[in-house]
């Protein structure tokens, strides 16, 4: 792997072990929103890195949403990083979670995650072909608390910009908080509230993206399927497109 030099710029800690990084890497070549980098540090027995879908576009200071795995060997060491650090960024983004790869003839998108996994959609939000390919966008974030509902007033001015043509639903299952769902998104699926909240359906008309805990994209892919969505492939087109974390 090529590493080039990173510098943190600046942190923003959403909730306790639930943060941003804006990593000043400008050697890192060009890539598409939906795309991951490596991370990490040159240690004593190896080189430890792991991937992180970057949460802006290609650009100077590139944004990473992160979450601290206690018992983890790098997001411990990521969590204490402060303005001024130094870190490893991969030279090359790697992945086909991006627009590139979904199906062309959708009219809308779902975009759904569960945690970190809205990095890549805040990515894409960013950039204008999201808003210009399809008539409705839905971003749905399944988390376990309130607090843990990052990057809220951006998603806010998505909506006062874009209006009806853009939803956002967060979905929080261990607590009830005001103008979310609660509960898991796959309960949210099956009792018809993800659709209505949204004001979208599941149809062969749009394409889903899902992202984060895979027991959440496992459950999620089945729901859908028994719906007559299937997963999307170059050759046998279909609407689903997974990005799993672990
Ligand atoms: C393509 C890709 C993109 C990714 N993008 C992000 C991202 O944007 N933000 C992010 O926080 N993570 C992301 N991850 C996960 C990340 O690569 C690491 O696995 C994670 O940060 C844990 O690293 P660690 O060394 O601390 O844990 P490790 O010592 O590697 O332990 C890994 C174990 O931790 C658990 N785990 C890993 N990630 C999570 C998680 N997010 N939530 C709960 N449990 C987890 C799993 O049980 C996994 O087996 C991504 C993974 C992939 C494959
Ligand atoms: N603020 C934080 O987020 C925070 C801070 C510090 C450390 N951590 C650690 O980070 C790790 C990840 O936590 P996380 O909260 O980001 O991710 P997570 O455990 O994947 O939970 C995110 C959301 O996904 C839901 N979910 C889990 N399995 C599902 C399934 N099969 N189908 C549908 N939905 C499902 C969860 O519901 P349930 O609640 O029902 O499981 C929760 O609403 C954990 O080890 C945690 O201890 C998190």
């Known amino acids: ?17 639930l943060f941003t990084l804006e990593i ?20 004593a ?30 997001t411990p060491k990521l969590c204490k ?73 951006e ?3 998505h909506r006062v910009k874009y209006g009806d043509r853009f939803a956002y639903v967060p979905v929080v299952s261990r607590e009830s908080v005001d103008g979310a769902i609660e509960g898991r998104i796959t309960t949210a699926i099956t009792s018809g509230e993800l659709e209505k909240t949204s004001g979208l359906e599941f149809s062969t008309e749009s394409c889903v993206m899902m992202c984060g805990n895979p027991a959440m994209l496992d459950e999620t892919e089945s729901l859908l399927v028994e719906r007559g969505l299937t ?3 170059r050759k046998e087109p279909g609407q689903i497109v997974v990005e799993r974390y672990w």
């Open 81 to 153: 990083l402060e303005e001024g650090a130094e870190i490893d960024v991969s030279a090359r983004a790697a992945g086909s979670f991006t627009l590139k790869h979904c199906p062309e003839e959708s009219k809308s998108i779902w975009l759904i995650a569960t945690g970190t996994g809205l990095a890549p959609y805040i990515a894409m939000m960013r950039e204008q072909e999201v808003w210009e390919r399809y008539e409705k966008v839905v971003v749905v974030h399944g988390v376990r608390h309130g607090s843990d509902l990052a990057y809220q007033p």
């Open 45 to 74: 027995d190896g080189h430890l890195h792991r991937p992180y879908s970057v949460a802006s576009p290609h650009r100077e200071t590139l944004d990473f949403f992160i979450v601290l795995v206690e018992d983890g060997r790098l």
């Open 231 to 233: 997963k999307h492939k």
């Open 1 to 17: 792997m090529k590493w080039t030099r990173g510098v943190v710029k600046r942190k923003v800690t959403w909730a306790e072990g």
């Open 24 to 43: 000043k890497a400008p050697e890192v070549a060009s890539f598409e929103p939906g795309q991951f980098l490596q991370l990490g540090f040159d240690e």
């Open 155 to 157: 998603l806010i001015e």
